[in-house]
């Protein structure tokens, strides 16, 4: 075993950051030009030549968000591994009876976890229905498929889905990149490893796992097992 796999463990394949830094981009511009949208109100921007900039951004943004999961699901062979993000069982529920105390008081025992903890389960599950509704109402609205009273209620999905995608996107970015138990985690989406005692403390489970297909296999072929 090599002194890098005595520390890390391999968490994500090259394929799975380049989605998500995708994804990230996308939000972040179309979150950006739309909260200018949404506070200016589109008429105005309209005349303006920022104001079209802004609007071509938030489309760009939009249909990167958009583009990048769906070559992910026809190209990579873990395509329907956000469905684990679905399955729920006693040790979440348990996760989330224990979650406020250890989270803003700091201590207690939390359950045995997954590869994702039942929060992180909870913001994959918000981050598939909320950004299926953003992706399909900004579709209808951009090219005003329907009549007027079905683009008001879009309009309405739409803001909807983004306000619940930017509180969820907050704690998101706080707990991986600020909050000082979590923040190792950072790394993973970086380099695609995560440090050994992090993963043993924070996903018991998914870690047993990986270092049982590590004994029998070379770290090549587990690399190949994760999802
Ligand atoms: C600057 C922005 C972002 C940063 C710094 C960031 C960082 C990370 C990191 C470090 C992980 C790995 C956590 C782990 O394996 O334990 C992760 C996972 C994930 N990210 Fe992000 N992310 C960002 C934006 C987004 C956006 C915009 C979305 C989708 C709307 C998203 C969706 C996810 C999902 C579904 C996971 C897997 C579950 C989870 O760990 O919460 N991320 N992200």
Redesign the pocket.
């Known amino acids: 075993m090599s002194k890098k796999q005595k520390t890390l463990v391999k968490?994500?394949n090259r394929v799975d950051m380049v989605l998500?830094w995708t994804?990230?981009i996308g939000?972040?511009l179309a979150l950006l030009t739309g909260y200018a949208v949404f506070f200016e109100g589109s008429s105005k921007l309209l005349v303006t030549e920022a104001g079209y900039v802004i609007r071509l951004i938030h489309r760009i943004g939009g249909v990167i968000f958009i583009i990048a999961p769906i070559l992910y699901f026809i190209f990579s062979k873990k395509r329907f591994g956000f469905l684990k993000a679905f399955k729920w069982n006693k040790s979440d529920f348990g996760w989330l009876l224990a979650a406020p105390k250890h989270y803003f008081v700091g201590g207690g025992d939390m359950p045995p976890q997954e590869k994702?903890n039942t929060g992180?389960k909870m913001?994959?599950l918000f981050?598939v229905v909320f950004?299926f509704l953003l992706a399909v109402s900004g579709l209808i609205l951009w090219f005003n498929l329907f009549s007027p009273t079905v683009g008001l209620i879009m309009l309405f999905l739409h803001d909807l889905s983004a306000v619940m995608?930017t509180l969820f996107?907050f704690v998101?970015?706080y707990l991986?990149?600020f909050h000082p138990n979590e923040r190792t985690?950072?790394n993973?989406?970086t380099t695609g490893y995560?440090d050994r005692e992090y993963a043993k403390d924070h996903h018991e489970l998914w870690y047993n796992d990986v270092t049982e297909h590590e004994e029998k296999e070379p770290e090549e072929k587990v690399t190949h097992k994760i999802s």
């Open positions: 968490r994500y998500h994804v990230a939000f972040i994702y992180q913001f994959y981050a950004g995608l996107f998101h970015v991986v990149a985690s950072f993973a989406m995560m």
